[in-house]
Each structure stands twice: as structure tokens, then as C-alpha cells.
């Protein structure tokens, strides 16, 4: 098979589609139901033959109302969430940033929650990504076509049609349009809106695959009032995305990126060169793009997005177990609602009705009566020759009319049972009886009702970020040096300036571009995928947050809450919150990081107090070696004192020893003198000492 679709192909997909089960005149006519026209024709011409009063409650709009009101009060941004380092999750952050704007410029949310309306009443709604068409306008265009203008492989299984071959998109345009998208076959078409044989020859010289495709579309198997409106000068594009599978070869980079190789780009032919990584055989689907008018094939073209994915997202309610047909929570109530309309017409109808019984002699006329009966002020005249004194007796249906309040009432009550929407969701209460605890487990209630739709809803949305992700990063390809500012309500409260594609020379172990530089936060690196934040961000929300917040703060210790009290002024919706809350950190001492000059005082300030405590520091150091030096000093004297000390001491021991001797040598002296004198004895004395 060839890449570019042939017109049997076409034709096969159409009259698959054709064989589709038919559910959208059944989903038409239940969002008739959630917009009032609740009777048909054939009804209201029976209602008035019959007299009865065409009245309608709607109950299915104000409930679904409430579904939507929900989904609004917890709407959840979308983040970028980086699935490599920790520096990949500033790189996703600063995508986060650029993603929020793009939200906010193409109204993303809005044809999100258009989608989600499609998708809670009749079972399915869409969401179209692309880029704009218009150059005065927004780069990109977030829309929800109509459900009758999308059609799609019945047999994909997947809910973002990820395993679908085909999907289509069927759109009428004026002629004017058409001729200025495709200039070329503006001849062509002119001739197809306003009837001509628009397979004449004279349009053969176009090119002879062109000629034999017109010739075959002489067959066009559909029929031409499908793609043809020549009184109004329209024409339906067939908007045409499909796939093709094909057998190449890709290259699994170190970063877990897998990428289709390309024999053209350099980069790829220097890293197989240099054995960084290897060409894999693999077989996958690529996603094309062609354009046809009726049998007209105007273009064939390759995707134009990156993404290789269709760029219409299904927001899909429930589905039919065996023919898989969408449908929404209006079906089941749509029974519950008719009995209500046909109960309270006929109530209404009984109220002012009268049954009545009379004799053929009660009355002279009986047209005349018949007329006066059904006044509120009847005036009736009895014949006084009837013969049955009772022969003329009114019937006000009282009887019935009771009746058919009370199974009226019960048709209310099916009607919530139907959808699993209590009334106290809808800020209703059955009685004053019903204590707060009650309340908020029938609200809880409800709200579990809507799990399967919500999980639904979620991931459909997310998915629609991830498109819108993906053409966002291919527009920042071609950019370098985009400064991005990160407020505190990404990467855990830390404002910051990320740089992305910042050019700088290539080393001798990189591999360049082909303008020599490298690019350090280059965005074609990055793995990211788009998920949904923890918490909401409506206004509602914020409230409840903010109330939580005041009372938290009132238990804690005062030293405790002048450091978080800007944290508390900023989760307000008051309009001059930031300009307070900056006050406020100026007069705590805290920084703001997003204010430039703020950050520069800080830093100096900072460094003011550095340098002085280093000096304090350097004072207390002299003083310590001060300190050192006394001490040393009066050790020193005290070492001296207690050697002299120690001198004195033993000189003083020295001198009580030579003390003792001569005291010793004394008393032996005193001794021998008492023993008495011999001559030996005196011969000793009288020697010289």
C-alpha cells in the first residue's frame, strides 16, 4: 500500500462509517431534552387536539447544571512533570509556566469543560488541538467540534483512540473558503458547488493521477447531497486522519528517548559514526493527513505535529457493552422526565376539566351547558319537565387530580434515582430534620456516581495537555536563550529564572548541532509528560483553603505565625494581596524572591551582616588569644613562685639539718664532760676541735 490514500480507501471508510450503529439521533434528541424541546410534533399536535396543556418542568437541565457547576469548582491544572533528574523537573516547571499560558490564551479550559458537557449528557464530546490557521491570532487553537462532525474507527478499543485506524472529521465550508485553502483546484470546486460536472475534462490537465481519481469519482459511492449543497454554495471536507504502518529504523538514545533515525540529519549520522548508539529495526504506525472534497483527494500530506497522534481528543461518558455505543446520564432520565411532563399536562387538564352526567330531558341546550360547565362561574338552566330530578350531575376530577399529584411526586423522586443526584447536591434539603453529617454523605454520594465520567474526564484532558504540550515545545525548538520566570506556585514554593535552550560552544566530546553550538536545558532532550496538580484551583477552592489556613495559623504560637502570615495574606482572592504580602515580608526581614532589587538589598544586607560578624568574630579571636597570653604568662609566674617556693624550702631543710648536728654533736660533748676526767680523756678535750 502505497502512503498516499487512494479513493477506495475512502470510500471504505465511509461506508464503514455508514455501518456504524446508529446513536446520533438518539443522542440528538436527548441534548433536546437538556435544552426544553422535550415534545415533539407529532405530540403537541395530539396535546391540542385532546385539549391538554403542552406544560414542561425541566428537571434533567438544573441537574446536569450542578454536574458542570462541579467540575468548575475542582478543575485541575495541568504540570509538567519531568522523568529524568532532578534538573529535568526545573526544566518541567518552566514548561508548566509556558503551558499555563497557553491555556489561558487558547481557552483551553472552556472547550474542556464544553467537552465535559457533551461527555456527562449525551455520552461524548471532543477537543481539537492544532496550530492556528490565522497569524493575527494565537499560535495555536483549542476547539470542541460537534459530535456529529466527528466519526471514528468503531472498532478501537482505547479511549483517546490510540489503536483507531482512521478518524475523520466532516465540516461544511462556503465556497470562498475552500478556493482560498486549496488555490489550486479552486476551478474544481467552483464547479462542484454550483453543480456543474465537475469531472469534465477541462479539468484533466491537472495532473493524470488527479484526472483518473475524478473519472472514478463518477462512482462515488456517496451520495453527492452528503458533500454538496450547490443552492447554499457549500461543500463538506473530509478532514481525514489515519495511519500507515511501516517498517524503519529507530535509535534508542542514552536518555531513554526513542527517535525514527534519520540518514539526512547529521546528528544522527555522527552519533551511529561514533558507536553511541545503534540502528534498530522496528515496525510502528505513522499518522497521516489528507483533505477530500466529496471524490476530490485536495491533499496527502504527513502529520504536521510531532506528537504522531490524531489531535482530536474523545471525552468519552459510558459505554454499550456489546455495540459500544457512547451515551450519558440523560438517557436514564429521559423516561422519569416524560412521565412528569404527561402527568402534570393531565393534572392540569383535570383541574379545569368537568365530567358530566346528564339525562337527554335534563336541560333545553345542551351545547349551551356543555359551554358553561367548563366556566369557573357556570350558570346552568334545568328543564323542570325533566323526569329525573337528578338527572344532571358535574364531576370536578378532584379525585383523580390527587392521584395524579402523588405519582407526580414520584416521578420527581425517579428522576434522581436515575441520574444518583440527591437533592441536597443541588443545595436542595428534603426536611430541617436532617443533620450536617446526613447532608454531606448524600453530597458524597453523588459525587461517587460521577466516578467512572470524572476518571474519564481526567485522563481526556490530560491528554489534551500532552497535545498541547507537544506543539508548545516545537515552536520553543527554534528558539534559543528564553528566559522563564517560576513563580512560587511551582517547584515547592521556590520562585526562580530557568533558561531554556541556552547556547554555549561545543566541546570536543559533543556532537553539534549544525550551527556549531550546543544547548544546555535543551528542550528536544527533555522527557516529559503532562499530569494533572493534587489540588484545584477555583476560586471556591481557594476560599475553602484560605478559611483552613486563617484557622491553622490562629493555633499556633505567635513567634510561629509572623513567618507564614504572607503565606496566609497571598492564599486570599483579595486584589491587592501581593502588595500586602510584600509589605509584610519587608517589615519581617523576608525576601521576595521574584523582586530583583528586593533580592540584590537582601543579598548586601547579607553580606553587611557576614563581614560584621566575621569582624565580631576576629574581636573575639584577639581577645581569646589575649586571654591565651595572660594566662600563660601568670602560669609562668606561678611555675616561678613555687621553684623559689621550693628553693626556700630546701634551703631551709639544709639549714635545720645543720642545726640538728650541731645540736647533736653538743649533747655529746655535754655528755662526756659529766662522765668525769681521765687522761686519755683530757688529752682528747684538749685537742684542737
Known amino acids: 500500500m502505497t502512503d498516499r490514500m487512494t479513493l477506495q480507501q475512502l470510500e471504505r471508510f465511509l461506508i464503514e462509517i455508514n455501518e456504524q450503529p446508529h446513536w446520533r439521533a438518539s443522542a440528538n434528541r436527548e441534548a433536546d431534552f437538556y435544552d426544553g424541546n422535550q415534545l415533539d410534533s407529532e405530540t403537541l399536535a395530539l396535546m391540542e387536539e385532546r385539549g391538554i396543556p403542552p406544560l414542561q418542568i425541566n428537571l434533567i437541565q438544573p441537574t446536569i447544571n450542578t454536574i ?33 499560558e497557553a491555556e489561558r490564551v487558547t481557552r483551553a479550559n472552556r472547550a474542556c469543560a464544553d467537552a465535559y458537557k457533551g461527555q456527562v449528557g449525551v455520552g461524548i464530546g471532543w477537543v481539537g488541538v492544532h496550530r492556528a ?57 467552483r464547479d462542484a458547488v454550483s453543480g456543474l ?44 486522519w489515519y495511519r500507515v504502518w511501516v517498517r524503519g ?79 450519558g446520564m440523560i438517557r436514564s432520565m429521559m423516561s422519569p422526565q416524560e412521565e412528569i411532563n404527561a402527568r402534570r399536562s393531565k393534572m392540569m387538564w383535570l383541574l379545569s376539566a368537568r365530567r358530566v352526567l346528564a339525562d337527554k330531558d335534563a336541560v ?40 395524579q399529584f402523588k405519582v407526580l411526586e414520584e416521578s420527581k423522586g425517579n428522576i434522581q434515582d436515575a441520574s444518583g443526584m440527591y437533592q441536597e447536591f443541588r443545595g436542595q434539603t428534603a426536611g430541617s430534620s436532617q443533620s450536617g453529617k446526613a447532608i454531606r454523605s448524600l453530597v458524597e454520594q453523588s459525587v461517587t456516581t460521577l466516578g467512572e465520567i470524572n476518571d474519564n474526564y481526567r485522563q481526556s484532558r490530560q491528554a489534551v495537555g500532552d497535545l498541547l504540550l507537544t506543539l508548545m515545545v ?39 548541532p549544525h550551527d556549531g553550538y550546543m544547548r544546555d536545558n535543551d528542550l528536544t532532550r527533555l522527557r516529559a509528560r503532562v499530569a494533572l496538580e493534587e489540588t484545584p484551583s477555583s476560586s471556591t477552592y481557594r476560599e475553602h483553603y484560605s478559611e483552613q489556613l486563617f484557622d491553622l495559623v490562629k493555633t499556633l504560637p505567635p513567634e510561629v505565625q509572623i513567618p507564614i502570615i504572607d503565606i496566609v495574606v497571598e492564599s486570599t482572592d483579595l486584589p491587592n494581596r501581593h502588595e500586602i504580602a510584600d509589605r509584610i515580608r519587608k517589615m519581617t526581614g523576608q525576601v ?48 616561678e613562685t613555687i621553684a623559689k617556693t621550693a628553693k626556700l624550702r630546701a634551703d631551709t631543710e639544709h639549714v635545720e639539718a645543720q642545726t640538728d648536728a650541731t645540736d647533736a654533736n653538743t649533747d655529746r660533748q655535754d655528755v662526756e664532760t659529766l662522765q668525769g676526767p681521765s687522761g686519755h680523756e683530757d688529752d682528747k678535750r684538749s685537742a684542737p676541735a
Open 474 to 512: 516545537e515552536d520553543l525548538k527554534g528558539q534559543d536563550d528564553i528566559e522563564v520566570k517560576i513563580d512560587r506556585r511551582f517547584g515547592a514554593g521556590q520562585a526562580r529564572t530557568v533558561m531554556l535552550n541556552q547556547r554555549r560552544m561545543a566541546e570536543d566530546h559533543e556532537i553539534p
Open 68 to 100: 458542570l457547576g462541579m467540575e468548575a469548582k475542582t478543575r485541575l491544572d495541568w504540570k509538567v512533570i519531568g522523568e529524568g533528574s532532578d534538573h529535568d523537573q526545573d526544566l518541567a516547571d518552566a514548561l508548566t509556566v509556558k503551558l499555563m
Open 249 to 327: 529504523q529507530v535509535l534508542a538514545l542514552p536518555g531513554g528517548r526513542v527517535v525514527e533515525f534519520d540518514r539526512k540529519n547529521p546528528m544522527h549520522q555522527a552519533a551511529v559514526m561514533r558507536g553511541l548508539v545503534r540502528p534498530q529495526v522496528a515496525r510502528y504506525s505513522k499518522v497521516r493527513l489528507a483533505w477530500w472534497c466529496g471524490p476530490l483527494p485536495l491533499a496527502d500530506v504527513p502529520s504536521p505535529y510531532a506528537h504522531n497522534k490524531f489531535p482530536y481528543v474523545p471525552f468519552i461518558g459510558y459505554r454499550e457493552d456489546l455495540t459500544g455505543v457512547p451515551y
Open 364 to 403: 333545553d341546550d345542551h351545547n349551551r351547558a356543555r359551554q358553561e360547565v367548563s366556566r369557573a362561574d357556570a350558570y346552568i338552566i334545568l328543564n323542570q319537565e325533566r323526569r329525573n330530578a337528578d338527572g344532571f350531575k358535574v364531576d370536578d376530577n378532584v379525585d383523580l387530580s390527587e392521584q
Open 592 to 639: 521576595d524572591d521574584e523582586d530583583p532589587q528586593a533580592k540584590a538589598a537582601a543579598q548586601a544586607q547579607e553580606q553587611l551582616k557576614q563581614r560584621a560578624q566575621m569582624a565580631d568574630l576576629a574581636e573575639r579571636e584577639a581577645a581569646a588569644e589575649e586571654r591565651k597570653a595572660n594566662a600563660r604568662v601568670k602560669a609562668a609566674q606561678v611555675d
Open 133 to 189: 490557521t490565522d497569524p493575527f491570532g494565537p499560535r495555536f487553537k483549542v476547539d470542541t467540534p460537534h459530535r456529529n462532525e466527528m466519526y471514528w474507527d468503531w472498532r478501537a478499543r482505547e479511549p483517546d483512540l490510540g489503536d483507531a485506524r482512521y478518524l475523520v472529521r466532516r465540516k461544511w465550508y462556503d465556497e470562498d473558503f475552500l478556493t482560498t485553502m486549496f488555490p489550486r483546484y479552486a476551478g474544481l470546486i
Open 197 to 240: 460536472p465537475w469531472w469534465d475534462s477541462a479539468h484533466l490537465n491537472i495532473n493524470t493521477e488527479l484526472a483518473r481519481d475524478l473519472i472514478n469519482g463518477r462512482d462515488f459511492a456517496l451520495d453527492p447531497e452528503e458533500w454538496l449543497n450547490p443552492e447554499r454554495r457549500r461543500a463538506a471536507l473530509y478532514e481525514v
